[in-house]
């Protein structure tokens, strides 16, 4: 039986823009990553029976969806990215009965749920491939996958040069059940996760199977990993270039952001149209242009798209207010909410990235001056809430966590940091269980310790130390989106009008509402515009002017 909010939203008609105004508009959506949010059993690892625990929190914190990273069944070679059974929960995380029972109470509480959906690769443990490697050459089996024979005289090079997000080739030669060298199969991340092929009619079904079970079960929506890979170029042609990771987000790549990934889409849609209560779709689509992120949330396609250019862009001011402008007008035409990110489970969090100098990508190896970055953190959150359309919150960044960039070697258990020419490898830092207490086993996150080590002085972060704490981040983010839903002018929106500003300020007003920004490194003194509602360091006006202090944000109602 479906499960439903006990109030739901039930939306309004925009003809205008061809879409319904729903939830998904101004929401806020906090992002859990199971592993390391809370352990529920003691065995050192996050599950749902912890998530569950710690639902009382996110109400409180007052966001208004969660949406979780896998936990499917998986023999994690990709931390759950890589699924073995897309409608049973690993054992490391509970059963069924636990999502669903968590599912249930994030509804008693008003909360929404989001689920991870990964539909461009499986694991090479799901049934269909053990099954296609098992049967050998001509199996049906493998026409779902892309198997192709290798170049060379025995078959002995890959077929194309497509190269690995996580470093090597893309391809790995398989060993025919006699003992053989056998063909080649097609994975654009590690090994472990061979590629879907859409054009099987077979993996089209599945995937509109699996979508209708989650949704029977009451989950709110999906996020759609890789949504920009499932299809592929014709002929599967070679890219005629290595340092293939250095065009990505620069170019279409053949197997990357094709024009056939929307019919997909739009079948999806169709599914979620016919379930009550706003059930939507995220797309995670890296693409060269915000203007081609929008294609994805086009009226009969998904209700939102991850902004990583916004994600990617410097604490700049100029910078800032170019990709503020460029993603504004990019959703307007398809009448959806521009989406605005800083941290997630793939990426440095911001307080080391501002920590650092500009330039140095989305992982940095590097701890930089913390003091600085965390000023620059709490100063771009404002800016982020206070910006037309829906903000996702990484699990700790509320609580200002910095990436722990000391992990030994031995810890480490990103994929790719043990493969030559892939990503950096470094995403285990934003990835450590975060601190519930100041003291005690893992610092409140379980009984029976940490799956990655967590630093010293982590509890001094904690949510115990920083609840009730006067000028906390925990309590900044609270108060935030707690003024967010309250003032008129904050939330939905697709404008913001900028208003004259010095040199590296941001100024801009919406209805009532006032947001300024100093990115500098220097206070900076301006007309007070005017009456404080919030700011992420102390400012006191002076008459008719105030001063700004370095890397500031003021929310002001006027």
């Not at 909360?111 to 491939?129: A, C, K, M, Y």
């Not at 480490?412 to 086993?441: L, N």
């Not at 003024?483 to 941001?506: I, Q």
């Amino acid at each position: 039986m479906t499960q439903h909010l006990a109030a739901p939203s039930t939306g309004t008609s925009d003809e205008a823009a061809g879409h319904r105004t729903g939830w998904w508009q101004d929401a806020v959506i906090y992002q859990v990553y199971p592993r390391s949010f809370a352990d529920g059993n003691g065995d050192g690892m996050g599950d749902l029976a912890g998530v569950r625990g710690r639902l009382p929190y996110l109400k409180e914190l007052g966001v208004d969806a969660v949406w979780l990273s896998p936990f499917y069944a998986s023999p994690q070679a990709d931390a759950g990215y890589d699924v073995a059974d897309y409608r049973a929960i690993d054992p490391m995380f509970g059963s069924l009965l636990d999502a669903d029972a968590l599912i249930r109470d994030a509804h008693d509480l008003g909360l929404r749920i989001i689920v991870d959906l990964v539909p461009n690769h499986s694991s090479d443990q799901h049934e269909w491939f053990k099954r296609a490697l098992t049967e050998g050459p001509g199996s049906a089996l493998r026409d779902r996958y892309h198997f192709r024979p290798g170049k060379g005289a025995n078959g002995e090079l890959p077929p194309n040069d497509w190269e690995s997000i996580f470093g090597g080739p893309a391809w790995t030669r398989t060993v025919n059940p006699d003992g053989t060298p056998g063909e080649w199969y097609l994975h654009l991340f590690a090994p472990e996760q061979p590629d879907f092929n859409w054009e099987h009619p077979a993996v089209a079904d599945e995937f509109r199977s699996i979508l209708r079970f989650w949704l029977d079960m009451g989950v709110d929506g999906f996020r759609v990993d890789v949504a920009h890979g499932l299809v592929k170029a014709e002929g599967l042609p070679d890219l005629g270039t290595h340092d293939q990771l250095k065009l990505l987000g620069n170019d279409v790549m053949p197997f990357f952001d094709q024009d056939g990934v929307h019919e997909i889409y739009r079948s999806w849609r169709t599914i979620l149209e016919e379930y009550p209560d706003d059930r939507i779709a995220v797309a995670e689509a890296w693409t060269p242009t915000v203007e081609r992120t929008a294609n994805y949330v086009r009226p009969d396609e998904m209700h939102q798209a991850f902004n990583f250019q916004y994600l990617a862009t410097a604490w700049d001011a100029a910078a800032l207010r170019e990709v503020i402008d460029t993603s504004l007008d990019a959703m307007r035409p398809v009448g959806a909410p521009t989406t605005w990110v800083l941290s997630n489970h793939d990426v440095t969090r911001h307080a080391t990235r501002f920590a650092n100098p500009a330039g140095l990508g989305t992982q940095i190896r590097t701890p930089g001056d913390r003091e600085l970055g965390l000023r620059r953190a709490r100063a771009a959150s404002l800016l982020m809430l206070a910006l037309p359309g829906s903000a996702y919150v990484y699990q700790g960044e509320e609580l200002g966590l910095p990436d722990v960039t000391d992990l030994p070697d031995e810890a480490r258990q990103d994929p790719s940091f043990f493969r030559a020419e892939g990503q950096d490898g470094f995403r285990d830092g934003c990835r450590v269980p975060i601190p519930w207490t100041r003291e005690g086993s893992s610092y409140g996150f379980g009984a029976g310790g940490s799956w990655l080590p967590q630093p010293t002085g982590w509890g001094e972060l904690s949510v115990e130390a920083q609840t009730g704490a006067a000028g906390s981040t925990l309590e900044l983010y609270r108060a935030a989106i707690t003024a967010r839903r309250a003032h008129p002018g904050l939330g939905a929106g697709a404008d913001v009008r900028w208003l004259d500003a010095p040199a590296g300020l941001l100024a801009f007003a919406r209805p009532g509402f006032v947001c300024t920004v100093n990115t500098t490194g220097a206070p900076v003194r301006i007309p007070v515009p005017g009456t404080v509602l919030l700011s992420s360091t102390p400012v006191r006006a002076d008459g008719d002017t105030v001063e700004l202090p370095a890397d500031t944000t003021v929310w002001w109602t006027v």
